[in-house]
């Protein structure tokens, strides 16, 4: 009985001694979590880099509480789905195994309607759950969090499946929320470095883009700097600039940078269900989460295959016309754009808009100095070659009297004649240069100038020009709309499919007949092509009685000969 009453107080001893013990492990447990909470705080504030930032946080979350699964969600412009998905806990095959990231459905759903710390000890209980997709691995418990950012909800941390098979406790939301708290502060903090940083490449392209406008350079190439810098600092995939067809409901892509480029220039698109044309008929932005699959923008030719999130802005005018769109696409899966994106790309919109308004300036002053000398040259024409040309005329044919060689004599006599014709050629020459300046929509010749003229832009070069005989007095105004609807739509083909550096156009009334050779040296036509356009010309043809014939000249390229009768029956 003795030895009992000895070993009673030496087993309470150890009983004590025990719970000394594992409070001290507590203790030390906690301290030791709360050493990592506070390192995990700091490794988090430290990161600049927005992207790396909500790395960090999952990564600090799934180790904080034991988790084999984490990520954080970030909420959409819409804030009922999730834009951005970061996780950790699965290889990247196994991702892709899975398929795309969640949208913000079921439990995860549950958080962005209420946002409230929520614990589960077994997920597929909740009312909200509706089980994994194929090739998912399996969860039980769950434990999320909200992160706010100055009051506003920026997305959700997801924990699942704790180490041991042990459910989240209280002491672990207690923490998770704790570092929400410090990951809301951080991620406020890269997303203002990383404005500030956009804001200055924003700054320096701007300043690049007024040298280029004040130094004078082509409008093509300030409008490529322009599509380039935005492209650039928005992450896009693509950059367009698209401008409207005069007199259609359709805009044609003036400028393409980035994939596929050469695929997208001259495309033409209509205004009604496309993302460009919705920004140049409202005046204002227009954007899209996924271009690639958005009901509201598909007409038009498919050219947005593994695109995402795009925006178009107008390109507006001091007159308040619209004058074009940049498109700018970033490829599926990136972050949507958002109005801080959108407000300095207006301002660069605006920027275009000036380089846009300054060339037709620019080309009008070029224009007026154009038609002045056209105005001298025909004064000069009048003045001294004509008056020369009659006199040397009457000379001969006073000559001719004197001439007693029959054959001389009527070689001299069809020297006069020739000088009668090249007279009329320079008077017709003169009618044209003077009728442009003063109403080109009476004058074939000035049309036809102008048409080609135009054409230069498409191109990429000017198109040789050559006319004969009297255009624009023997040629009808009805034929002359015709002729000149079959020259705009040959240059339109040339710019289009030829992938030319030469195109040739010659013009002339022979008397009986007015023809229209349009010859460019590139790649033809293939024999699976396209020939909408050609039967256009051929049915052009067939309405005034004329004819269409399409060659192909033994080097290279494409020779159209489209001709009609003067008299029409």
């Not at 000394?20 to 906690?30: C, E, H, V």
């Not at 207006?346 to 000036?354: I, M, W």
């Not at 038609?371 to 005329?393: C, S, V």
């Not at 195109?503 to 396209?530: K, S």
């Amino acid at each position: 009985m003795g030895g009992d009453k000895a070993a009673s107080p030496q087993l309470r001893l150890d009983e004590l001694l025990d719970e000394l013990q594992s409070r001290i492990d507590a203790a030390r447990g906690t301290r030791d979590r709360v050493h990592n909470l506070l390192e995990a705080v700091l490794s988090v504030g430290r990161e600049l880099d927005l992207t790396q930032a909500l790395r960090r946080i999952v990564e600090a979350a799934a180790v904080l509480v034991d988790a084999r699964y984490a990520a954080l969600g970030v909420i959409g412009p819409d804030g009922q789905s999730l834009s951005q998905f970061h996780t950790v806990g699965m290889s990247e095959e196994e991702i892709a195994e899975i398929g795309p990231y969640p949208t913000g459905k079921g439990i995860l759903g549950e958080l962005i309607r209420h946002p409230e710390p929520l614990q589960l000890a077994e997920l597929s209980a909740h009312a909200s759950s509706y089980g994994f997709p194929a090739n998912h691995p399996v969860m039980h418990t769950f434990l999320g969090v909200p992160v706010r950012i100055r009051g506003e909800v920026f997305g959700n941390l997801y924990l699942a499946e704790k180490h041991g098979g042990a459910q989240f406790d209280s002491d672990d939301e207690t923490v998770i929320t704790t570092l929400a708290v410090a990951a809301g502060v951080a991620i406020d903090n890269a997303r203002l470095y990383e404005e500030s940083q956009r804001q200055q490449r924003w700054l320096r392209a701007s300043a690049e883009i007024t040298r280029g406008l004040l130094s004078g350079s082509p409008r093509g190439e300030v409008l490529e700097l322009i599509a380039q810098r935005a492209r650039e600092i928005t992450g896009a995939e693509l950059a367009d600039v698209s401008v409207p067809l005069p007199g259609t409901d359709r805009l044609t892509v003036e400028l393409a940078v980035g994939s596929d480029a050469t695929g997208r220039l001259g495309l033409t698109v209509p205004a009604e269900g496309t993302l460009s044309g919705a920004a140049y008929t409202s005046g204002a932005p227009a954007t899209s989460t996924d271009l690639h699959t958005d009901p509201r923008f598909a007409a038009g030719p498919r050219r947005f295959d593994g695109l995402g999130p795009a925006v178009a802005v107008p390109l507006g005018a001091a007159d308040g016309q619209v004058q074009g769109v940049l498109l700018l696409a970033r490829p599926s899966g990136q972050p949507a754009f958002t109005t801080e994106e959108i407000g300095p790309l207006l301002g660069f919109a605006d920027q275009a808009a000036l380089a846009l308004e300054l060339a037709a300036r620019r080309s009008d002053a070029e224009q007026l100095a154009l038609l002045e000398d056209r105005d001298r040259i025909a004064r000069d024409l009048h003045d001294l070659a004509i008056q020369r040309l009659f006199a040397t005329g009457m000379t001969l044919q006073s000559a001719a009297r004197f001439i007693e060689h029959p054959g001389a004599a009527d070689r001299v006599v069809r020297a006069v004649g020739d000088l009668d014709e090249t007279i009329k050629i320079i008077r017709s020459t003169i009618f044209g240069l003077r009728a442009r300046d003063q109403d080109a929509t009476h004058s074939l010749r000035a049309q036809a100038a102008l048409v080609v003229g135009e054409a230069q832009e498409a191109l990429g070069f000017a198109p040789q020009l050559s006319m004969e005989g009297l255009l624009d007095t023997d040629v009808s105004a009805e034929l002359a709309e015709q002729v000149m609807a079959v020259l705009r739509e040959a240059l339109s083909n040339a710019a289009r499919h030829s992938r030319a550096d030469r195109v040739e156009v010659v013009l002339r009334a022979t008397g009986t007949d007015v023809v229209l050779v349009v010859a460019d040296n590139g790649t033809g036509i293939p024999a699976a092509g396209r020939r909408s356009g050609l039967s256009n010309l051929a049915e052009r043809a067939g309405k005034v009685g004329g004819t269409f014939e399409l060659q192909t000249p033994e080097e290279t390229g494409t020779r159209l000969v489209w001709k009609a009768p003067l008299a029409q029956t």
